[in-house]
């Protein structure tokens, strides 16, 4: 099988179900497996504490460029490359990579007005330097005014009560924030508001492909402690990279129907995988759901 033929469309495979899912995963089995061979032989020629490159073309770039993985985040005999596959050029991971891509196949013109849920990131100085308006905010803590500015520029923004007029923005980029909120439904439904009819939300968060139903991992009591119904996983904050934020939820597909409550006319999980723009490991994912 050629590469070509086991690449996805750039534009990514949208499935809206845990039953499509399973569907594509029967139908595609030879297409994995070729996939997974892909893996396995770069990882035999990977050297202990070496490193090596896999040359494509890099879509931030614009150019025919190399990216280069190690064994740095992997589990044993597992390259991590979501995380790995910098490209020579622009730097990013494979995973920085396609959410920029995507977020450009979206929103192709400059001046498109977006918004990014985080603001203390490399990931939003690279958005700036491709659209100049980004506006971009970060969760300062309860009791903030939305909207607020801290005097080093920073901006509050509670997803759940968006300081944004209705129809501000033709894109919101929410990369793994939806899981640090207790009300997730209420944050989806503000993310849709402040959207132009047609603009698009493009948003990661963990998820279990596998199953339907959201894995509720700890839920907010009226006191507002949380309560644990399973082990605390903290992810990094960069407001607070000392003890980092709970994680509340790992979603299931139930998510597309969240979507599609919350007011979006469309939502899919969208798959991608591609050797030659450096997107490989297990299918890359994101939520592109539309106003
Ligand atoms: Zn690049």
Known sequence: M??????????????????????????SAAHIAARHQVHVALE?????GGSSGL??????????????????????????WRERLACAGCQ???????????????????????????QLTPFVRILRSRYPTLAASEYLGPGLKPGTMRPDGIRHEDLT????????????????VLEHIPDF????AEMRRVLKPGGHLVLSAPMSLGV????????LL????????????????????????????????RLIEDCREAGFRDAAIRLYWSRRLGHIGFEQSLLVASA
Do not use: M
Request: aromatic residues 12%; charged residues 20%.
């Open 2 to 27: 050629t590469n070509k033929a086991i690449d996805l469309d750039p534009a990514g495979l949208p499935l809206r179900s845990l039953t499509e899912f399973q569907g594509w995963y029967a139908d």
């Open 55 to 80: 040359p494509g073309w890099c879509a931030v770039c614009e150019k025919d460029s190399t990216f280069s993985f190690d064994w740095l985040y992997s589990a044993p005999g597992k390259v991590n």
């Open 212 to 219: 339907h139903d959201h894995h509720v991992r700890a839920r």
């Open 92 to 118: 990013l991971n494979n995973r920085l990579r396609l959410s920029v891509d995507v977020i450009r196949q979206l929103a192709p013109l400059s001046n498109s007005a977006l918004y990014a849920t985080e």
């Open 44 to 48: 035999s020629s990977l050297p202990e």
């Open 161 to 176: 009560q968006l300081s944004f007029s209705d129809g501000t923005f033709d894109l919101v980029a929410s990369f793994d």
């Open 222 to 253: 009226p006191n507002g402690e949380a309560e644990h119904l399973a082990p605390p996983e903290y992810h990094g904050d960069p407001v607070h990279p000392d003890r980092g934020v709970l994680c509340y939820y790992h979603f299931g597909w």
């Open 185 to 188: 439904r209420k944050a989806l």
